[in-house]
């Protein structure tokens, strides 16, 4: 016969359990039965089930770093899924499907952020380029005297702009390439040269005296603006 209380196998005729000691003949019927041992079963399925049951402090930060994106989310999602209880695999499976969710959308944000990012340096560095380039083509030209004075202006779209001297400003424009006489001039001189169709290819304007250049100045930017001027005498 099998004892109620702990389930360990006693002689038939045994008063006592020889394991915790329970009077057998207390219990009544047939304490060997298939029908007591069936009794004694979900006593012991509980048991193990209230030992597996899941830790409510488990459970809880298990939903916050979840949420927060964690691995350490996904790693209490598994120790909780590991449980032989039912209740502990809802809860892990759960927060193992928040804890991947959250992670796939923070990479994809910060895929998103780290592209925006390197694109707005690309470009600071580009205009800075620009800027620099045609700083430098500017100061580094030189002006000389005598000769008739021609203004060059180097594009494959259409542009427009305006030339000043000592006899006023007058307007410019053009497709393409182009090179204006500007005749003789003495004192100041200024031109500009601007993209009309907003075009991504380069703009170049050049003042030249006897095919030497004087100033020159080029852009790439959008709708961009070139310009030189200079003083003759």
């Not at 702990?6 to 002689?11: D, F, I, L, R």
């Not at 620099?132 to 060059?152: A, E, K, M, N, P």
């Not at 601007?194 to 004087?214: A, E, M």
Request: charged share 15%; aromatic share 8%.
């Amino acid at each position: 016969m099998y004892c109620p209380n702990c389930g360990s196998e006693n002689k038939d005729d045994a008063q006592f359990c020889e394991s915790c000691g329970t009077k057998l003949d207390a219990v009544g019927g047939d304490i060997g039965s298939s029908a007591n041992i069936s009794q004694s079963q979900p006593y012991y399925q509980k048991q193990d089930s209230e030992a597996n049951k899941p830790s409510s402090i488990l459970v809880v930060l298990g939903y916050i770093f979840a949420i927060l994106g964690g691995l350490i989310g996904v790693v209490l999602g598994f120790i909780l899924y590991s449980k032989d209880n039912h209740e502990a695999k809802t809860h892990g499976r759960n927060i193992l499907i928040i804890s991947a969710v959250v992670i796939v959308l923070g990479v994809l944000v910060s895929g998103y952020v780290v592209s925006m990012v390197t694109s707005d340096v690309y470009d600071t560095i580009s205009s800075s380029s620009d800027s620099y380039s045609g700083d430098y083509s500017s100061t580094s030209s030189t002006s000389s005297t005598g000769g008739s004075v021609s203004l060059v202006i180097s594009y494959s779209g259409e542009w427009s702009g305006a030339v000043s001297d000592s006899s006023g400003t007058r307007t410019i424009e053009g497709y393409g390439d182009k090179t204006i006489n500007l005749g003789n001039i003495d004192g100041a001189v200024a031109a500009n040269a601007q993209k009309s169709d907003g075009g991504s290819g380069v703009i170049s304007i050049s003042l030249k005296q006897n095919g030497k250049t004087l100033k020159t100045d080029s852009t790439t930017s959008k709708y961009g603006l070139a310009q030189v001027s200079t003083y003759l005498d």
